[in-house]
């Protein structure tokens, strides 16, 4: 059993669109993870959070702790966007329990 | 520059024989972690190590072994155990304490 579900599962967008992923998890947390992976399969970790909400650049993550879910959203996409990103629950401070994924393509 | 490097990329192997996957990380990282990705599933814990000379068995455990004799290195063995070996495999590592983890770039192995 997975205790962290994202949705949608696949996404396709124009460039320029507004993006959101959502990710929910069944229990409490110590932080919530996005990470991105490329086609080629390299993982690179955007964001950890525990309360609040965090930007860099086009990218922003929230998470709210009553209802224990969490959102990407990515703002005027690209392209280059393209990724699948995936949403990691920590519930302890070093292990991880990975959502599945949600597989973004952006075109032009 | 630091980061965690993985070779090879590719490996290919029969089945029935054991395969070594190598990990090495130059961030004085003391946690490592190996998972395995499979299409349409998250990532799975197969082992993990705080320290050296000390690892734990993740979710996957079963057909897999390890070691951690330095620091910087994370070896993982896929042993002719492991019944579907096929799979894209992810070395991580993290200062001990803070969950942030850092990724290699994968190995994709293919048994026949």
């Known amino acids: 059993k997975n205790e962290v579900e994202q949705s949608p599962q696949n996404l396709t967008a124009q460039e320029g669109e507004f993006i959101t992923i959502n990710c929910s998890y069944s229990v409490g947390i110590s932080a919530l993870h996005w990470l991105q992976q490329h086609p080629g399969g390299g993982i690179v970790s955007l964001f950890m959070?525990?309360?609040g909400k965090k930007k860099h650049g086009r990218l922003i993550a929230t998470i709210n702790i009553q209802e224990k879910h969490s959102s990407l959203h990515i703002t005027a996409s690209h392209p280059r966007d393209s990724a699948v990103y995936i949403c990691?629950?920590?519930?302890?401070?070093?292990?991880?329990?990975f959502g599945t994924g949600t597989r973004l393509q952006v075109f032009p | 520059d630091g980061g965690i490097t993985q070779s090879p990329k590719y490996l290919f192997r029969k089945e029935g024989q054991n395969v070594t996957l190598s990990c090495e990380q130059n961030?004085?990282?003391?946690?490592m972690y190996w998972y395995r990705q499979d299409p349409g599933q998250g990532l799975r814990l197969i082992y993990y190590?705080?320290?050296?000379?000390?690892?734990q068995k993740g979710d996957i455990a079963e057909g897999y072994s390890v070691s951690r004799e330095k620091k910087e290195s994370f070896p993982l063995t896929v042993t002719s155990a492991q019944k579907n070996p096929t799979a894209f495999y992810l070395c991580a590592s993290s200062i001990q304490g803070r969950g942030e983890q850092y990724f290699g770039p994968g190995t994709r192995l293919t048994v026949t």
């Open positions: 190590s705080q320290i050296v000379n000390d690892f």
């Open positions: 961030l004085n990282h003391d946690a």
């Open positions: 990691a629950a920590a519930y302890n401070t070093d292990k991880l329990i």
């Open positions: 959070l525990s309360s």
